[in-house]
DNA sequence: CCCTCGTTGTTCCA
DNA sequence: TGGAACAACGAGGG
């Protein structure tokens, strides 16, 4: 038999740490490595019949562009070592059943995916892989534990809370140290047109030159880089304390950015935790999890374990470990949140942030995900999370869920009294309002004592900063104030009633509760709605 | 059953 | 700058 072997990237788009790809090579005569385009990924906006679509689908491009500069630089060392990067683009599980057979490969190595819409695909190119006698090798190399495990030392359940998911995670394993001078070459792909990497004008996205683009670029060396530079400032890792990090810092952000690098695998989780281990050593007094950076890697497992192990994870019907809550369906004001027209300084630049950059600081997403659901708004957590996965260059499945359903008091954390304001918290940081005038210039005249409450300034003010509120800038589109207890008495009435349906999470009796508060809502106005011309105080 | 504790709220007061 | 009031949740552990 010829020994070919594929490495299948899909995450994990690294030569370090990288146990798939290490077993690909051993013993193999040729080395085919292949990345799927799925479409299901690149498609831009998944709901393209949504006002504003369009806007969206372009904002999006920051997460395709940092998954190309991952495949570029994957691509770029695979050449140094003798190989290349073999880009196929269609259905996944219909490319690699063709390929598997026409390349006569023996052993295809995979890293093990978490995720459902991952899971699916995996099993069934694995179900073919196995009928046609191909060896599969899908070691869990993505987070520090695995997830199954620590599921199966819980007797089963995810654990829910942090402290308990530390209590049983143990020690992560140590990194693989395998550097290569060389790889197995390419084996004959005969009757394949293999293009190069692709550049996101060439996946059809028109004339990009007036986009504002994020200023973070993809891929492994950009991923070492980065880490390297956060090391050197020892100090700065051993004091880490996440919760004291400045939101509206984005000249130099308050957090490593490391994130989106760990979402595509261009940085090994358990490299990383060995990283920072060693700083901690030479440095000696350290700060710990929860709010230090090895403990945010810890959060990512956590998030990671829960997902893996909870049906409908994703969704607030279906899903047991979810408040099924009666959020208020108003596309204006979501649309208002969306495209960063709330009307509120502080809420609207974090938004265009994201937008831009594809990228803002944790204490900024939970600033605008409270004022979405349970903090102003009452809109729909899976909403937003459906804005923040499309356009966050470091949007993880697992994560993003995990976090709305956090932030929304869905799950996790329940404390609904703690509401973010939409004035005052990003005053605390950023007095003169510096975030604001960045992102949002049209407020960049604006006097501080007005920035984050534009609405109260004189005309006059308005007229001599060029900015008319209501014209240039929109009006707020509720009350913090009222709009805030309003939350705050839907969110008890709520709870009194999900404590009621307890254990009774499935599909039917969800949606029969869901009528039933539709049925009470019905008969109260609803008063949130954006008013044109006028800033009176919302009522429900 | 009860008790403790939980990465990251705001405002007011001393 | 630090503490208390506000109003109060649930998972986990005993």
């Not at 939970?366 to 979405?372: E, N, T």
């Amino acid at each position: 038999m010829e020994s070919n072997a594929m490495i299948w990237f899909r995450k994990g788009l690294r030569i370090h740490d990288n146990p798939a790809l290490d077993h690909a090579r051993r013993g193999s005569k040729h080395l085919f490595p292949v990345f799927v385009l799925d479409p299901h990924y690149l498609d831009p906006d998944p709901s393209p019949s949504s006002p504003g679509s369009a806007r969206s689908a372009r904002s999006a491009l920051n997460r395709i562009r940092f998954l190309l500069d991952c495949l570029s630089d994957l691509d770029a060392t695979l050449r140094t070592l003798g190989s290349r990067l073999l880009l196929l683009r269609g259905d996944p599980v219909r490319v690699l059943c063709t390929i598997l057979k026409d390349w006569n490969i023996g052993k295809l190595c995979y890293e093990f995916d978490t995720e459902p819409y991952s899971l699916a695909r995996d099993k069934q190119v694995k179900d073919f892989a196995s009928i046609s006698g191909i060896e599969v090798f899908s070691p869990v190399s993505h987070t520090l534990f695995n997830p199954a495990v620590v599921i199966e030392k819980n007797g089963g359940r995810p654990p829910l809370t942090y402290q308990s998911f530390v209590k049983l995670a143990g020690k992560p394993p140590t990194p693989l140290t395998e550097t290569y001078s060389e790889l197995p070459p390419v084996g004959n792909v005969a009757g394949y047109e293999l293009p190069s990497v692709p550049t996101i004008e060439e996946l059809g996205y028109g004339d990009l030159s007036q986009e504002e683009f994020s200023p973070f670029r993809g891929g492994e060396m950009e991923a070492l880089k980065r880490l390297k530079k956060v090391l050197e400032d020892k100090e700065w890792v051993a004091t880490f304390e996440k919760p004291k990090g400045d939101p509206s810092a984005f000249l130099k952000p308050a957090t490593t950015v490391l994130s989106p690098y760990l979402k595509f695998g261009c940085l090994s989780s358990r490299y990383f935790y060995q990283c920072l281990h060693n700083v901690y050593k030479t440095v000696g007094k350290h700060t710990s999890p929860p709010v230090s950076l090895v403990g945010q890697l810890l959060w990512r497992e956590f998030f990671y374990t829960v997902a893996f192990g909870t049906p409908h994870f994703d969704q607030m019907i279906g899903n047991k470990i979810c408040k099924q809550i009666p959020w208020r369906d108003d596309e204006g004001l979501f649309v208002a949140w969306r495209e960063g027209r709330t009307g509120y300084p502080w809420i609207d630049a974090i938004m265009i942030q994201l937008k831009k950059w594809g990228w803002m600081h944790h204490l900024a997403r939970h600033s605008v995900a409270c004022f979405l659901t349970r903090g102003d708004l009452f809109i729909h957590w899976e909403k937003g999370r459906d804005v923040f996965e499309r356009l966050l260059i470091d949007s993880d499945w697992a994560i993003n869920n995990g976090n709305w359903l956090w932030l929304s008091c869905s799950s996790f954390f329940y404390q609904y009294n703690r509401i973010y304001s939409p004035i005052s918290f990003g005053k605390k940081y950023d007095p003169d309002g510096n975030y604001i005038r960045h992102f949002l210039p049209v407020l960049k005249d604006m006097p501080k004592e007005y920035i984050y409450e534009p609405w109260t300034a004189p005309r006059s003010v308005q007229k001599k900063a060029n900015c008319i509120i209501g014209k240039d800038y929109p009006k707020r589109v509720v009350v913090h104030d009222t709009a805030s207890k309003e939350c705050r008495k839907e969110m008890a009435e709520a709870y009194a009633l999900d404590r009621s349906g307890d254990n009774l999470a499935s599909k039917e009796i969800s949606n029969g509760l869901r009528r039933k508060l539709d049925d009470q809502k019905a008969s109260r106005p609803s008063c949130l709605k954006q008013k044109e011309n006028t800033d009176q105080i919302t009522q429900h």
